[in-house]
C-alpha cells in the first residue's frame, strides 16, 4: 500500500510542477537548441525519412532527430549561401517558407503559418539567428495531470512535459516534445491538446523526446472492470519481494494470478528448466508421493547441486556466448566449452565475464580467447560485448546517434577503440598500434567506455590494454547495466519472457514490464557476489515461477505473469527427452555415443536428428532457441524416420513394454500411467485411462497390442504437452 501512495504523491508533485512552470520571458533571446531543435524535430524535419536521413533531402542535410545541434546550426545558417535564413526579412526565410507552403517543399506543409512554432522560428531569425546556447537540460520528465499513471479503458487525461534547464528554469514543453506511441491500437494522443486516451487493456508505453533526451511512460488500463474494482486482494508484504511486484502490478491491472501448480507439473518444470532433462519416473513418483512440506525447496536445492546442472546451464551460456567450431577442427571450441563449464562451478558471474573480457594467449594457455574468434573485427566485438553484457544495442549508433536511446556515435567507436589493439589469430593478443575511425570527423576515435567518460591514453602508454579500464567499469557493482542484463536473461530462461524483451534491447523506450522488480533483482544480485545460483533460487521460490499456465490468456495479459508461461521446448531438449523416453538413445558424430544433445559444446554440429526436431544455426537464429514449427518437423512427427526408428528399434523401451505385457508382468492399467509418467511426469486422467484402457482390452486377443501401444506412445510424445515446458 505504501509504494501506491508514493507512486501517487510522486505524480501529484510532478504534476504541480507542471502546471506552475517559471514561463521564459519574452525579453530572453530564443534559444537554438532548446526551443528552435526541438520545433524542428517535432514537425519532422530532421526525421529518417525527411532531412535527417543519411543522405538528407534536397540538398540539405540535418542531423536524424536533432542529435548534432551544432552540425545543424550550421547547415541552416552557413549552407547554401546562407540563402536559409533572411536576416533582414525573417519572413521571407526559406527555412520558414518552405515548411509552411510558401515555397514549394517537397515534404509538403509541416508548420501552419500561424502556429506558435513558425512565430518561434521567425522570432529566433528576427533575433539574429544565433546559436545560443544559454541554459543546458538537466532533467526532462513527463506524467499525467492526474498523478495517475493508471486510466481505465475508454478514458483519457492530459499528458505534460516538464524541462529544468541549468539556469533554474523549469518550463512546460509538451508542445515541443515529439511523441510516440508503440501501439497505436492501444492508445491514442492528440498531439495539440495532450489528451491520451486509452483504447486497450495492458501496460503501454508512450514516449517522448526532447532535446538530447528519451523519457517512456508507462500507461496501466486495467481490465474488465473499473480500476477501483480489484479482482484480488492481497496483503502484499507477507509475500515475497519478487510476488509483491507481480502481485502488485496484477492487482492494479485488476487480474487474478493462477493458483499453484501440480506436484508433478513442478517437478516436470524444475528438472527441466536446471538440467535440460525430464524427471525419471521413478524421480517422479517419489516426488508426488512425498510429504515433506520443503520438499520442493529441497527438489531445487538437490539439482543445484547436481553435475547435470552443470551440464545444462554450461550448455546454456555456450549458446549465450555462441560458441562456435573454427574451419577445419573443433578442438578450440571444446576447450573453450569446457573452459565454461569450469566458470559455472568455480567463479562468480563477474569474474568470469573479466575473464572473458581480458583474455589473452594461445587456446591451450587461455581457452577463453575463443570470445575473440567469436566476431571479427573491433567494431563487431563492440556490438557483441554490450549486447551480452550490457543488454543494449551499441550497433545503432554507428551511423549515427542511438535514435530511441541514449547512446551516441561517440559511445559505439569509443568501445570499438577499446578492442581496437586486440589481435585476433592463433594468439590473441594486445598490439602497440590499432584504431577505428570515428565517421563523424574522419579522424580516429577516441575510446570511451560507453555512456560515463573517455579513456585518456599518453603518448608514453601506447601498449596500455584499453580493456582493462572498460572491464572495471563493466563489471562493477555500481554498473546497473551489467547486472540488470545477468538477472534479465535468467528470468527469461525460467519464466518464459524477460522483464526487459528483448533480452538484449534495455533501452529506454523499451522499458522494463516491472521496473522496480528487475533493479530489486540486479542488487540482489551484486548483493550476494553476482552468484547465479542465488538467482535462481530466488525465482524459483517466488509463487511466480510455481503458479499453472494461463491457458487462455492472451498476450497482453501474459506479459504480466499472471500465471507461468508454456513455450517450446529448446531443440536439443527435445530431442533428449525423445531419446529418454523411447530408451534409444541419439548419437553426434564426433562424440561419445552417451553423449546427450545439451552436452555439445556448440550450435552448428551436424545432425539431422537435431534439424528434424527444429534447431537452427547460429547464421539462421543467433543464440536465440527457434520457437516455430515448421511443416518438415511437423511431418517428421507423423512419418519421419527419427520417431519411427526410436520407437521401433530393438532395444527400444516400448519392445521392453511389450514383452512385460505379454508375460502378464504389467496389467493394462499400470502400462498405461507407466506411459504418462514416462512422457508427461504425471499420471493419466481418468477419462485418458479409460479411453486408453478399452483400446488396447479390445486388441488384447488380436496380437496387434503392441501397435495400440505403439500408437499411445507416439500420440503422447506427438503432444504439444510433451514438447513445452509447462
Known amino acids: 500500500m505504501f509504494r501506491f501512495q508514493l507512486c501517487s504523491y510522486l505524480g501529484l508533485s510532478l504534476w504541480i510542477l507542471l502546471s506552475t512552470p517559471r514561463v521564459l520571458r519574452a525579453d530572453v533571446p530564443v534559444d537554438f537548441q532548446s526551443e528552435v531543435m526541438p520545433m524542428l524535430t517535432r514537425a519532422g524535419c530532421n526525421a529518417g525519412d525527411c532531412h535527417g536521413s543519411a543522405v538528407g533531402r534536397g540538398g540539405f542535410h540535418l542531423s536524424l532527430l536533432g542529435s548534432s545541434p551544432a552540425r545543424d546550426f550550421a547547415a541552416i545558417t552557413n549552407e547554401f549561401k546562407g540563402r536559409r535564413v533572411n536576416l533582414k526579412h525573417p519572413g521571407e526565410s526559406l527555412v520558414l ?21 513558425a512565430a518561434l522560428l521567425e522570432r529566433w531569425i528576427a533575433e539574429g539567428a544565433r546559436e545560443t546556447a544559454q541554459r543546458k537540460l538537466v532533467q526532462f520528465h513527463i506524467g499525467l495531470s492526474s498523478g495517475n499513471s493508471i486510466i481505465a479503458k475508454g478514458q483519457g487525461g ?15 514543453v509538451t508542445d515541443r516534445v515529439t511523441w510516440s506511441i508503440q501501439d497505436k491500437d492501444a492508445l491514442h494522443l492528440d498531439t495539440t491538446t495532450g489528451e491520451l486516451t486509452a483504447l486497450r487493456s495492458g501496460q503501454h508505453v508512450l514516449i517522448a523526446r526532447f532535446m538530447n533526451q528519451v523519457k517512456p511512460l508507462m500507461v496501466l488500463v486495467p481490465f474488465n472492470r473499473n480500476p477501483d474494482e480489484l479482482a484480488v486482494d492481497y496483503d502484499l508484504s507477507t509475500l515475497h519481494r519478487i510476488d509483491q511486484e ?23 518444470r524444475v528438472y527441466l528448466d536446471l538440467t535440460g532433462q525430464l524427471p525419471t519416473v521413478d524421480a517422479t513418483r517419489d516426488y508426488i508421493a512425498d510429504t515433506d512440506p520443503n520438499k520442493y525447496t529441497n527438489l531445487f536445492t538437490d539439482l543445484l547441486g547436481s553435475r547435470e546442472f552443470i551440464d545444462y546451464w554450461s550448455f546454456y551460456l555456450a549458446r549465450m556466448l555462441q560458441i562456435r567450431p573454427q574451419a577445419k577442427s573443433d578442438t578450440a571450441a571444446r576447450a573453450y566449452y569446457q573452459w565454461i563449464r569450469q566458470q559455472l562451478q568455480q567463479q562468480p558471474y563477474n569474474l568470469m565475464v573479466r575473464t572473458l573480457v581480458l583474455s589473452q594467449g594461445t587456446i591451450e594457455e587461455q581457452p577463453a580467447t575463443e570470445y575473440y574468434r567469436t566476431v571479427r573485427g573491433a567494431r563487431e566485438q563492440a556490438e557483441l560485448t554490450s549486447e551480452l553484457f550490457m543488454g543494449v544495442r551499441l550497433r545503432c549508433a554507428n551511423c549515427h546517434n542511438h535514435p530511441l536511446d541514449r547512446w551516441t556515435q561517440d559511445d559505439y567507436h569509443g568501445l570499438a577503440a577499446v578492442f581496437a589493439k586486440v589481435r585476433q589469430g592463433a594468439r590473441v593478443q594486445i598490439v602497440s598500434r590499432g584504431e577505428v575511425t570515428h565517421p563523424a570527423t574522419g579522424a580516429a576515435a577516441i575510446p570511451k567506455i560507453p555512456g560515463d567518460r573517455y579513456i585518456n591514453v599518453s603518448s608514453d602508454q601506447e601498449n596500455v590494454d584499453l ?8 563489471t562493477s557493482p555500481n554498473n ?13 530462461y525460467l519464466m518464459g519472457r524477460g522483464l526487459v524483451n528483448p533480452v538484449s534491447n534495455m533501452s529506454e523506450t523499451n522499458p522494463a514490464s516491472h521496473t522496480a522488480l528487475l533493479q530489486w533483482l540486479a542488487d540482489d544480485f551484486v548483493d550476494h557476489d553476482f552468484d547465479i545460483q542465488h538467482t535462481i533460487r530466488q525465482i524459483m521460490t517466488s509463487d511466480a515461477y510455481q503458479r499453472r499456465v494461463a491457458r487462455n490468456a492472451s498476450l497482453s495479459q501474459q506479459v504480466f505473469y499472471r500465471g507461468y508461461l508454456a513455450r517450446p521446448l529448446p531443440p536439443e531438449v527435445l530431442l533428449d527427452a525423445i531419446s529418454d523416453v523411447t530408451g534409444v538413445a541419439t548419437e553426434f558424430t564426433g562424440f561419445k555415443a552417451t553423449t546427450r544433445a545439451i552436452q555439445i559444446p556448440y550450435q552448428d554440429i551436424p545432425s539431422t536428428a537435431l534439424d528434424a526436431v527444429g534447431r537452427c544455426t547460429l547464421e539462421q537464429c543467433g543464440s536465440v532457441v527457434n520457437a516455430e514449427i515448421t511443416i518438415a518437423q511437423r511431418l517428421q512427427w507423423i512419418n519421419g524416420a527419427l520417431i519411427n526408428d526410436k520407437l521401433n528399434g530393438q532395444d527400444s523401451f516400448l519392445r521392453q513394454l511389450q514383452q512385460q505385457s ?19 511426469s504425471r499420471l493419466p486422467k481418468q477419462t485418458e485411462l479409460v479411453f486408453w484402457r478399452n483400446q488396447l482390452t479390445e486388441e488384447a486377443s488380436t496380437g496387434k497390442q503392441i501397435d495400440i501401444i505403439r500408437d499411445l506412445l507416439w500420440s503422447l510424445m506427438a503432444s504439444r504437452e510433451f514438447g513445452s515446458q509447462h
Open 97 to 117: 517558407k518552405k515548411p509552411t507552403g510558401y515555397v514549394d517543399h517537397g515534404g509538403g506543409i509541416v508548420l501552419d503559418e500561424d502556429s506558435a512554432a
Open 158 to 172: 492530459l499528458v505534460r512535459a516538464l524541462a529544468t534547464f541549468s539556469d533554474g528554469t523549469q518550463l512546460d
Open 246 to 268: 507481480i502481485v502488485g502490478k496484477l492487482m492494479q491491472l485488476n487480474l487474478e494470478p493462477q493458483p499453484r501448480a501440480s506436484s508433478a507439473t513442478l517437478v516436470r
Open 467 to 474: 580493456r582493462v579500464p572498460f572491464v572495471n567499469w563493466l
Open 480 to 492: 546497473s547495466y551489467f547486472a540488470k542484463s545477468a538477472v534479465n536473461r535468467i528470468w527469461s
Open 662 to 680: 505379454q508375460n502378464k508382468k504389467i496389467s493394462v492399467e499400470k502400462l498405461i500411467q507407466e506411459l504418462y509418467v514416462r512422457v508427461y
